[in-house]
Every structure is written in C-alpha cells, then in structure tokens.
C-alpha cells in the first residue's frame, strides 16, 4: 500500500512537472521574426511612466526589445536617478538585470542630441550598457568624431528624423552626409515624421535601402478640428503600413520596428496591441 502510494506521489510530480514546462515552451516564431523583422518599444510611448514600468508594459505587450530615451525617470530602486550616461555601473547592472528578468532586451537608447563633448559618454554608456545601436541626431559637423566613436566601440548609429528642416528630414540629406561612411551608420527612419514633412514613407525607405538600422514605425492620421496628424491603430491611418512593410521585404530589410504610439498616453496598450495584432497579420500575408 505505502509503495503504491509512493508511486502515485512520484507520477503526480512528474505529471505536474511536465504540464509546468508544457506551459512556459516558449511560442513558436512568427514570419516577422523568422524575416529578422523584431518588434521593440521606445519608452518615450510611455514618458508618463518610469523606466521600470516600461519595461513591465513592454513585458505585458509580449515584446522582448526596447529603446529607452536618456532622462527617462529609473522608477523603483533607483531613487531619483535617470536614465543616460551619469547612471554608476553598479545601477547599470541591476538595470541589465531587471530587464533581462522581464525577458527584456535594452538594445538601443535615443534620441541622443548631445553636444559634441558628449559624444565620448554616450557611446560608452551604450557600450557598457551591451546595445546593439543608438538612435541620434548627430550636428551635422560631428560626423567625423561619431563615425570615430562608432567604429571604436562596434556600436551602430541610427539617425533619426524630426519634423523639421534644421534635422535629417528629407532621405537626400542624411545620405550627403554618410553615404561615403561607414556602414555602422544609417537611419532610424520616423515614417510619420516623413509624411508630417509631406514625404512619402515607401519611396523615403526605398531611398535609405542599405542604410536602415531602425524605423520608428507608426501610423497616423489627421485629428481633431486642426487636422492634426496624430498617431492611430496601425492600419487604421494614412501611411500604407502594407506598403511600407512590402518595401523592406523586398529590401530583405532585417533589424527593428520600434513602436512609439505617442497618443492616449494614460493607457495606451490596448491601441499598441491593436497595432501588433495588425503587424502579425500583414507580415503572415505577404511573407
């Protein structure tokens, strides 16, 4: 009877055991991510929030990379520091740490503006900090010195475009000043930024083909009695996000998709879900 029950007992635990590992298998990949296509979030969506509350939206989104923007509040456990260059090593490993235990992974930072003094900092930080890029928006005669720094430390630059003419704003621009450099420098390109400044996003890709690290992709559309081109639900707007996303299969464009859904910014996961569902959707049809 005792030996009976003894085996009843092992054979439970190793039923439960196994239905415990049946349930965190990981998921099978999706045709974005099999295409090298990785969503990640720029925590500038969630600016009202702490870094560590980021990362836990970004863990409830089911996405496993982020950029965080430098003077971003840390949150919990970090008193009043912020995020960027002057965090301590002994804070940028515990922040390695929590985000590696939300299965999350800082892989770039931005948008950096420093003043060329800084330049030395900011790249250290990313080093030390293990990301793959940063997202900038370099003066124009500090190229020298961040094509420098770039290759010294192996990390990317990925230069954005803000919504006006003193910025990379136009493809033609960023491509006079390093389309003769190094390949660890290209574009993080706003397709919304594009069309704010009245350029089409699938040509302005086609034209930055070879040179895209990262996009900040995004949807919008005209609101309120202004017209205002705010963001909405991806696939709901006027940019073509089909369009745009057949243009970087035929580039076989591999790299990030950053999400920065600068709307509803109380609570704006249910619209960021919307917009995942819909990516997931597109990319299941046309790859």
């Known amino acids: 009877m005792k030996i009976n029950r003894l085996l009843f007992l092992l054979f439970t635990c190793g039923l439960l055991a196994c239905t415990g590992s049946m349930k965190t298998k990981a998921q099978p990949e999706t045709k974005a991510e099999k295409q090298g296509w990785k969503l990640s979030m720029q925590s500038y969506t969630f600016h009202l929030f702490s870094v560590t509350e980021s990362l836990d939206k970004t863990k409830e989104l089911g996405l496993h990379y982020i950029e965080i923007y430098p003077g971003q509040k840390m949150g919990e456990g970090f008193g009043d520091a912020v995020f960027g260059y002057n965090l301590t090593t002994v804070e940028q490993n515990r922040l390695k740490e929590l985000a590696k235990e939300k299965g999350v992974k800082i892989v770039s930072s931005g948008v950096w503006t420093p003043a060329r003094d800084e330049w ?7 080093k030390g900090m293990e990301m793959e890029f940063i997202s900038a928006e370099p003066a124009r005669e500090d190229w020298d010195i961040v094509e420098s720094l770039a290759k010294k430390q192996g990390i990317k630059v990925a230069c954005h475009n803000h919504p006006n003419e003193a910025s990379y704003w136009k493809p033609e621009i960023l491509l006079e000043y390093i389309g003769q ?28 083909q070879g040179r895209l690290v990262a996009m900040h992709f995004k949807d919008i559309a005209p609101q309120g009695a202004e017209g205002t081109l705010e963001d909405v639900v991806w696939g709901t707007g006027i940019l073509n996000v089909k369009a745009m996303m057949e243009e970087l299969k035929r580039q076989n464009f591999m790299g990030y998709f950053t999400i920065e859904y600068e709307a509803n910014w109380e609570n704006n996961l249910p619209e960021i879900k919307e917009s995942i569902d819909y990516f997931n959707e597109i990319a299941e049809e046309i790859l």
């Open 120 to 126: 030395e900092k900011v790249f250290e930080f990313a």
């Open 181 to 208: 450099r190094d390949g660890l420098l290209g574009s993080s390109a706003d397709v919304g930024h594009f069309k704010r400044m009245g350029i089409e996003p699938v040509p302005a890709l086609r034209e930055l």
